[in-house]
C-alpha cells in the first residue's frame, strides 16, 4: 500500500472511530418533575429503555412542572419532556396556563398511560367527601406546576366548588404540597396517584385515603368544560397505588411524552420504537406503566404528532 493510501485509510479509520464515538456519547435530555412525582418515574423509566437499547444516553433532567419543561423542549433545550396532555394541548393552543405564551413547537410523541390526580388526606381524617373540604387548609397555586392548579379547579367545580371555599396555602409544585400534608400544614393536598412522593406519605402519616369524584353524566360534563380533553375514571385498588381502598372516582387524562421541532426525526423515531417494543420492561420500572399498551399510543387527542413518531406508527399500522 502507498503512503497516500494508508494516509487515506488512516483518516477513513479515524473518523468512523470518531463518529462511533459521538453516537456512543450522545447526550439526550429528558425534563420532568422533580423526584418523587408520577412524571419524574415516567421519564425514569423511558430513559432506562432508552439508554440500555440504544446509542443514546438519556438523562431525566428535573425542572418543574410543564409550565416550566415544555418551553424548555419548545426551544430546543432540551429534546423530550413528559406531561398531561392537557397541558401540552394548551400549549400548542396558547391558551390556559400557556395564554399569551404559545409553544408551538412542541409536538406529542406517544401516549403513555392515564394520569390520574385527585385530593387526598389522612386515612383516619373525617372529610370523607369533596365537599367536606370546605373551609379546610388545602395545598394551591401550583406556581411551577399549573397544571395542577387547574385540574383543582375542574375537581371541585365537579362539587359545585372553587377555590375560594377552601384555606389555600399556595406551594409551588405538587411535592412540596405532599411535604407541607406530611408536615402538618394542610389537611389535604393534590397530587398524582402512583407518585414515590404519596407512598412516602403514606408511611409518614400511617396512611393516606382519595376523595371520590362522582362518576355520573353530569358530573363527566363539568369536569370537561374545566379541562378538555380529561375525565372521570373509576380506579380499583392495586398493588403500589396507595390512598385506593375501594373503587374510588379519579381525574383522569392521557400523559404523553413529547418533543420538539429542534429534536431530530430519527431520534424520535428511535425513542418511540424503543418505547413500542419496551412495554414490559417500562411496567418493571414505574408503576405508572401498570396500564401501558402499545396499541393505545398513537390515539386522536386533538393534539399535534412529531414527524418522527408519525413515520413509526404509519410503518406499523397504527396511523394511516
Not at 390520574?116 to 386515612?123: E, I, L, Q, S, Y
Not at 393516606?208 to 355520573?216: E, K, Q, W, Y
Amino acid at each position: 500500500m502507498t503512503l497516500r493510501l494508508k494516509t487515506t485509510a488512516l483518516l477513513a479509520a479515524a473518523l468512523a472511530l470518531g463518529t462511533a464515538f459521538s453516537a456512543a456519547a450522545q447526550t439526550v435530555g429528558i425534563a420532568s418533575n422533580p423526584q418523587g412525582s408520577a412524571a419524574y418515574a415516567t421519564a425514569a423509566a423511558i430513559a432506562k429503555v432508552v439508554s440500555e437499547n440504544s446509542s443514546m444516553r438519556m438523562r431525566v433532567i428535573p425542572q418543574g412542572g410543564p409550565v416550566v419543561t415544555i418551553p424548555l423542549v419548545n426551544t430546543g433545550e432540551m429534546e423530550f419532556s413528559v406531561s398531561n396532555s392537557m397541558s401540552l394541548f394548551f400549549a400548542q393552543k396558547g391558551a390556559a396556563m400557556f395564554k399569551d405564551n404559545p409553544q408551538p413547537g412542541v409536538k406529542m410523541v406517544a401516549s403513555l398511560y392515564n394520569l390520574n390526580v385527585g385530593f387526598f388526606v389522612k386515612a383516619d381524617s373525617d372529610i370523607l367527601t369533596l365537599e367536606d373540604l370546605k373551609g379546610k387548609r388545602v395545598s394551591s397555586e401550583f406556581t411551577k406546576q399549573r397544571v395542577l392548579h387547574t385540574m383543582q379547579e375542574a375537581i371541585l367545580a365537579t362539587a359545585g366548588m372553587t377555590l375560594d371555599d377552601v384555606q389555600g396555602v399556595p406551594v409551588p409544585s405538587g411535592d412540596r404540597g405532599v411535604e407541607d400534608f406530611v408536615a402538618g400544614n394542610v389537611d389535604a393536598g393534590l397530587f398524582s396517584l402512583g407518585s414515590g412522593a404519596l407512598l412516602q406519605a403514606d408511611a409518614s402519616v400511617g396512611g393516606i385515603r382519595f376523595l371520590p369524584i362522582a362518576t355520573d353524566d353530569a358530573t363527566q360534563a363539568v369536569l370537561v368544560a374545566k379541562a378538555p380533553g380529561s375525565y372521570i375514571e373509576t380506579v380499583a385498588p392495586a398493588e403500589g397505588l396507595v390512598g385506593i381502598t375501594e373503587p374510588t372516582g379519579m381525574f383522569a387524562g392521557p400523559f404523553v411524552i413529547l418533543a420538539g421541532d429542534n429534536t431530530p426525526e430519527d431520534m424520535v423515531y428511535e425513542v418511540t420504537k424503543l418505547i413500542h417494543g419496551n412495554a414490559e420492561t417500562l411496567k418493571a420500572a414505574a408503576p405508572q406503566f401498570a396500564q401501558f399498551n402499545p396499541a393505545n399510543m398513537a390515539p386522536d387527542l386533538k393534539i399535534e404528532m412529531h414527524p418522527g413518531a408519525i413515520r413509526f406508527y404509519r410503518e406499523i399500522g397504527l396511523l394511516p
